[in-house]
């Protein structure tokens, strides 16, 4: 399969802790991104990269997010001091270089206790 | 903020019946994606329209770009229960590739 992997599928942390989830894009693509969905709502951008450049942020990443691709590979999204309202479903997605079809992975549901 | 608004939220139909989820919005996009989302999984992409007035068929699944590229429509035709999940629209616009979602319209089809 070569579609876009996450891992973990799922992290329960406590408040506090730190917490990363890890991506893998289709093999040929060079645009990464990240969303993250709560319940009941569509997702919401975070983040994206070319290659290995970070070239948007959303507002929504926090200074206790940073995200990182360092060989254009694949990426990691860290969440330092996790609060509850962190909790959500962590989405990635990768597309050529059109970036019009985004291709998502299974996500990463975390859970902030 | 641009926003993209999806109607109905929720749907609960019979096998069989047809129905139509709309997507708008007062911006001009470049592209839109409609996805379906199962619980617990990534949403799956189901077509992409960039020209206004496109329409595009998949099996029993109709998609229609607006003219003016601010709205689409999803139209399915035979609802089954395989076509239950929250169906999602997604566009881009000029300058940028991140992805504004909508609302979502949560379909339930009925055996």
């Known amino acids: 399969d070569t579609g876009v992997s996450q891992d973990p599928r799922h992290k329960i942390t406590k408040r506090g802790q730190n917490v990363t989830f890890r991506c893998d894009p289709i093999?040929?693509?060079?645009?990464l991104y990240w969303y993250r969905q709560t319940l009941g709502q569509g997702p919401e951008f975070l983040t994206y990269?070319?290659?290995?450049?970070?070239?948007?942020k959303s507002r929504l990443l926090s200074d206790r997010f940073s995200a990182e691709r360092p060989k254009g590979s694949f990426s990691t999204l860290e969440i330092q001091r996790t609060e509850q309202g962190d909790s959500a479903m962590y989405l990635c997605?990768?597309?050529?270089?059109?970036?019009?079809?985004?291709?998502f992975g299974p996500g990463t549901r975390l859970t902030v206790t | 903020t641009q926003l993209l608004e999806q109607s109905p939220q929720f749907l609960s139909i019979q096998e069989g019946e047809n129905l139509t989820v709309y997507c708008n919005s007062s911006?001009?996009?470049?592209?839109l994606q409609w996805y379906r989302q199962e619980p617990g999984e990534g949403p799956v992409l189901l077509v992409t329209?960039?020209?206004?007035?496109e329409v595009k068929k998949l099996k029993r699944l109709t998609f229609q770009f607006g003219d003016a590229r601010k709205d689409s429509s999803l139209h399915i035709t035979a609802a089954q229960p395989g076509d239950t999940g929250l169906y999602l629209c997604?566009?881009?616009?000029?300058?940028?590739?991140?992805?504004?979602f909508g609302t979502g319209t949560r379909l339930k089809v009925l055996a």
């Open positions: 990269f070319q290659n290995e450049a970070q070239l948007e």
């Open positions: 329209v960039v020209t206004g007035g």
């Open positions: 997605a990768s597309s050529g270089l059109s970036g019009i079809e985004q291709y």
């Open positions: 911006s001009v996009f470049s592209s």
């Open positions: 997604a566009a881009t616009t000029s300058g940028t590739y991140k992805y504004i």
């Open positions: 093999s040929e693509h060079n645009r």
